[in-house]
């Protein structure tokens, strides 16, 4: 059914426009507006796509101007539009390079600049992540939620790390786009199946994993913050190599699709406190971008 979904939106460029429309009027699905744009940007092109999906994201920004021009209304369609915009360039990279992890990598360089721009920006980036947990934290008892293990120093310490963790987030969100969009456009209406790469396949790459050695090693000795969460947003997106590894070892072994949802549910045990996964799919990633070890095939038999 998505499929078929897919390939009726992507048969004529007005349907972008309806698509973006009806997503971003229903919050819960906003998520897939960037998806849309990456799938309309791959079958017709950026400059062909782009009024199209400008149109159905401008017929909802006008709404909520005119029908609830509220802060947060406000903030929500900005945002889409960001996220949208970010999708069509991460998009037309994809188009441009024919390379699925050159697009990716693109990705996490926008997250990089994020990181990098916050801590030009804002002159306590410490302050500001200790104020945001705290609000949360008071948000939490309102709601009734037991808090009393979560002590002042636990926010002192999360702080710290929030603006990598944030950027590392974005970079996924982006990630996902990117993917999710492809898929469609893959699975919908191309002939040329992965003509742009396989997620399985993906590497960060080298250089990457050299750059994280460096700001480890720096971070360490300087104890310098925005170091220590440029680390940190390197480290986290070695999991999407670590989740990509874990797409070729069961097309390699020809396991079950259960196991990559079992994987996958491990994964968000982490929401409950469980972030040893995440550290172990992270650390996966970054030695396979070392050394390839694992994908490499036997003699004579395809991967």
């Known amino acids: 059914m998505l499929k078929q979904l897919a390939a009726w939106v992507l048969q004529s460029r007005h349907r972008l426009t309806i698509a973006v429309a009806f997503l971003l009027l229903l919050p819960l699905f906003n998520f897939l507006v960037p998806m849309v744009a990456v799938a309309g940007v791959l079958q017709f092109g950026p400059?062909?796509?782009?009024?199209?999906?400008?149109?159905?994201?401008?017929?909802?920004?006008?709404?909520?101007?005119?029908?609830?021009?509220?802060?947060?209304?406000l903030i929500y369609i900005a945002s889409a539009g960001v996220s949208m915009a970010l999708a069509v360039v991460l998009a037309t990279v994809l188009g441009r390079s024919g390379s699925l992890t050159l697009s990716?990598?693109?990705?996490?360089?926008?997250?990089?600049?994020?990181?990098?721009?916050?801590?030009?920006?804002?002159d306590d980036v410490a302050g500001q992540s200790l104020a945001t947990v705290q609000g949360f934290k008071r948000l939490a008892l309102e709601a009734g939620t037991p808090t009393s293990q979560f002590t002042d120093e636990d926010a002192t310490l999360l702080s710290q790390f929030l603006a990598g963790s944030a950027a590392a987030w974005t970079f996924y969100g982006l990630a996902v786009s990117v993917l999710g969009g492809y898929a469609a456009w893959d699975q919908g209406v191309d002939k040329g199946r992965a003509r742009f790469g396989r997620f399985r396949d993906l590497n960060m790459g080298r250089a990457l994993a050299a750059t994280l050695?460096?700001?480890?090693?720096?971070?360490?000795?300087?104890?310098?913050?925005?170091?220590?969460?440029?680390?940190?947003?390197?480290?986290l997106a070695f999991g999407l190599h670590g989740c990509a590894l874990a797409h070729w070892l069961r097309n390699r072994f020809?396991?079950?699709?259960?196991?990559?949802?079992?994987?996958?549910g491990v994964l968000a045990t982490t929401v409950l406190g469980n972030p040893f996964a995440v550290v172990l799919v992270c650390v996966a990633g970054y030695v396979d971008a070392w050394f390839n070890m694992v994908r490499v095939a036997p003699p004579g038999q395809a991967r």
Do not use: H, K, R
Request: aromatic content about 12%; charged content about 5%; overall charge negative.
């Open 254 to 264: 020809d396991w079950p699709d259960w196991s990559l949802v079992a994987f996958y």
């Open 47 to 73: 400059l062909a796509a782009l009024p199209w999906l400008a149109g159905g994201w401008g017929i909802v920004g006008a709404m909520q101007v005119l029908l609830n021009p509220e802060p947060l209304a």
């Open 213 to 235: 050695v460096g700001l480890a090693v720096l971070g360490t000795f300087t104890v310098w913050l925005p170091v220590v969460n440029m680390a940190l947003l390197l480290l």
């Open 104 to 122: 990716l990598q693109a990705a996490l360089l926008a997250a990089v600049a994020l990181l990098a721009l916050t801590y030009a920006v804002v």
